[in-house]
C-alpha cells in the first residue's frame, strides 16, 4: 500500500469523527467494555497506544467490537507496526516518522498517520507520499495558531493535532481548514479505565462526538 493511499485510507478514518481517543490501556480485560463505550458514544475510530505490555492483547479485544476501527499508536519501529498489524490494528499512528517505519507500512499494508511538527516535517512526510499528518505535540509546538500558519504555505497538508488537545481546545483547531479532527486521551482517563466507569467514558465520547 503506496503512502499516498495509506493517507487516503488514514483520513477517511478520521473524517468518521471529530476527535480519535488516545488510549493507554494496561489490562486487556477492560478491553471490550472501553471500546463498546466509546463507539456507543459516537467515537468509532480508536488509537491504542503501544506504551503497555498489554497493548496488543487490547487491539486484538477491541478489533472484534462491532463498528469499531482500531488503531495502534506510538508505533515507532517496523517491528511496532508488524505486532500491531497482526494483533488486528487497522492502522497505526507514530509521533514522528522514518523511512523505515514507512517502507514498513507499505509492505505489510498498514496505512500510517505519521507525525509532523514543523515545516520541514510536513515537507519531508509530503516528499514520501504522505499528505494525512498527525500534528505532534500540538499545544507544545504551538498550538491551532501555529498548525493555522502551516496551512498557507502547505495547503496540501491535512492533519490530527494530538498532545494536549482538550474538549475546550478542539474546537480552535476543528475551525481550520487544515484540520479532519484531533486526537487527545481525555476522553479516557485512567482513573476511569481503571474503576470500569464507563458511563462517564461514553458521557465525554458523546460531548466530543457533537464537536462537529
Ligand atoms: C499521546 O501520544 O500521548 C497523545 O498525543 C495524547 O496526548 P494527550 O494525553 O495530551 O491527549
Request: hydrophobic letters at 45%.
Amino acid at each position: 500500500m503506496t503512502p499516498e493511499q495509506q493517507s487516503h485510507k488514514t483520513r477517511a478514518l478520521c473524517e468518521l469523527a471529530p476527535v480519535i481517543p488516545v488510549l493507554v490501556v494496561g489490562d486487556a480485560g477492560c478491553a471490550q467494555g472501553l471500546a463498546t463505550a466509546l463507539v456507543s458514544g459516537g467515537l468509532p475510530v480508536l488509537e491504542v497506544t503501544l506504551r503497555t505490555p498489554a497493548a496488543l492483547d487490547v487491539i486484538r479485544a477491541m478489533a472484534q467490537v462491532p463498528g469499531g476501527h482500531v488503531g495502534a499508536g506510538t508505533v515507532l519501529t517496523p517491528d511496532d507496526a508488524k505486532r500491531a498489524r497482526d494483533a488486528g490494528a487497522s492502522f497505526a499512528v507514530s509521533p514522528g516518522l522514518t523511512e523505515r517505519l514507512a517502507r514498513a507500512c507499505e509492505d505489510i499494508g498498514l496505512p500510517l498517520l505519521p507525525g509532523a511538527a514543523t515545516a520541514s516535517e510536513v515537507m519531508r512526510a509530503m516528499e514520501l507520499g504522505y499528505s494525512m499528518l498527525k500534528f505532534f505535540p500540538a499545544e507544545a509546538a504551538g498550538g491551532a495558531k501555529s498548525l493555522r500558519s502551516l496551512a498557507g504555505p502547505l495547503p496540501q497538508a491535512s492533519f490530527c493535532p494530538t498532545g494536549g488537545v482538550t474538549l475546550q481546545n478542539a474546537p480552535d483547531y476543528l475551525a481550520l481548514p487544515n484540520v479532519v479532527c484531533v486526537g487527545g486521551s481525555w476522553i479516557a482517563p485512567d482513573a476511569d479505565v481503571a474503576a470500569g466507569d464507563w458511563a462517564a467514558i461514553r458521557g465525554r465520547a458523546h460531548a466530543a462526538a457533537a464537536l462537529r
